[in-house]
């Protein structure tokens, strides 16, 4: 399997699953595990389009730095409008390069972020031991990732759910990548010292959730992976469909990990 570019189109899809509740609160929460200080140097591995940079950039304050790196020439080229928008060209440094050969000095930064990027890289242990590599003693590694085996929707036909989440699970290198975090962190010479869920439920139907922005993925991974076009189409008419009270679930649940270079 190659590395996952993303394009224009999937920028601009990410942009709606960024902006939504779910996502956002995320991120707050990603932060605060993170804990960025005043003055602090970080990195954002796969920045994308600079949502998590630039929260952090505000954190680290004037004295800090964030330095965003993505393989995609797009994201970048967005990533850097999004950051001037904010004023933050000062603070935030991007480049175009592979989570597996960061373009950084050895033991420069004292956190490295990666969120959700690390199901997409085929080398993820090489990844992992480059971010390691970056640290300074004492700095920390915090990675967020899903097992998607553990996104569902209430739906008329369970079976076929399931059959498109594993369509869509193929489109990720590690698509149960949390699973094997916690060994990955200490096989890059990393202390582990956390791990904790973050549950994504929604109950309520709403066309901004994160839920919702999921539907076209799915449907885009079941029509190439050979499922039944009508029967795609029935199924997400279906999830959409539920907008009376008790009738629309989805769930999927991320984790959060935390490494530490030994000091």
Same mark, same amino acid.
């Given at each position: 399997?190659?590395?996952?570019?993303?394009?224009?189109?999937?920028?601009?899809?990410?942009?709606?699953?960024?902006?939504?509740? &779910?996502? %956002?609160? &995320?991120?707050?929460?990603?932060?605060?595990?993170?804990?960025?200080?005043?003055? @602090?140097?970080?990195?954002?591995?796969?920045?994308? #389009?600079?949502?998590?940079?630039?929260?952090? !950039? &505000?954190? /680290?304050?004037?004295?800090?730095?964030?330095?965003?790196?993505?393989?995609?020439?797009?994201?970048?080229? %967005?990533?850097?409008?999004?950051?001037?928008?904010?004023?933050?060209?000062? =603070?935030?440094?991007?480049?175009?390069?592979?989570?597996?050969?960061? *373009?950084?000095? *050895?033991?420069?930064? *004292?956190?490295?972020?990666? !969120? &959700? /990027?690390?199901?997409?890289?085929?080398?993820?242990?090489?990844?992992?031991?480059?971010?390691?590599?970056?640290?300074?003693?004492?700095?920390?590694?915090? /990675?967020?990732?899903?097992?998607?085996?553990?996104?569902?929707?209430?739906?008329?036909?369970?079976?076929?759910?399931? =059959?498109?989440?594993?369509?869509?699970?193929?489109?990720?290198?590690?698509?149960?990548?949390?699973?094997?975090?916690?060994?990955?962190?200490?096989?890059?010479?990393?202390?582990?010292?956390?791990?904790?869920?973050?549950?994504?439920?929604?109950?309520?139907?709403?066309?901004?959730?994160?839920?919702?922005?999921?539907?076209?993925?799915?449907?885009? %991974?079941? #029509?190439?992976?050979?499922?039944?076009?009508?029967?795609?189409? !029935?199924?997400?008419?279906?999830?959409?469909?539920?907008?009376?009270?008790? @009738?629309?679930?989805? %769930?999927?649940?991320?984790?959060?990990?935390?490494?530490?270079?030994?000091?």
């Amino acid at each position: 399997m190659t590395v996952a570019v993303f394009n224009a189109k999937a920028a601009a899809h990410l942009e709606r699953m960024y902006a939504s509740p &779910q996502v %956002a609160a &995320q991120r707050r929460r990603f932060r605060e595990v993170l804990a960025a200080q005043p003055g @602090e140097t970080g990195v954002d591995v796969g920045c994308g #389009l600079a949502h998590l940079a630039i929260e952090l !950039a &505000q954190e /680290v304050g004037p004295a800090g730095r964030i330095v965003g790196f993505d393989n995609s020439e797009t994201m970048v080229a %967005a990533a850097k409008e999004r950051i001037a928008g904010a004023g933050l060209e000062g =603070r935030i440094s991007l480049a175009q390069c592979d989570a597996t050969a960061l *373009d950084l000095a *050895d033991a420069s930064a *004292d956190f490295v972020a990666v !969120a &959700q /990027v690390y199901s997409y890289v085929p080398e993820v242990a090489r990844a992992i031991a480059e971010a390691a590599r970056v640290l300074r003693p004492g700095g920390r590694l915090v /990675v967020l990732e899903t097992d998607w085996d553990l996104c569902v929707y209430e739906s008329t036909d369970l079976e076929l759910g399931r =059959r498109m989440m594993q369509a869509r699970a193929l489109h990720f290198a590690h698509a149960q990548l949390p699973r094997q975090l916690h060994r990955l962190l200490r096989g890059a010479g990393l202390t582990f010292e956390r791990c904790e869920a973050f549950p994504i439920v929604e109950t309520q139907w709403d066309p901004q959730s994160f839920g919702a922005g999921l539907l076209p993925v799915l449907r885009s %991974a079941a #029509l190439k992976s050979g499922i039944d076009a009508a029967a795609v189409e !029935a199924w997400i008419a279906d999830i959409r469909s539920r907008s009376g009270d008790g @009738e629309y679930f989805f %769930a999927a649940c991320r984790f959060i990990f935390v490494g530490r270079k030994p000091t």
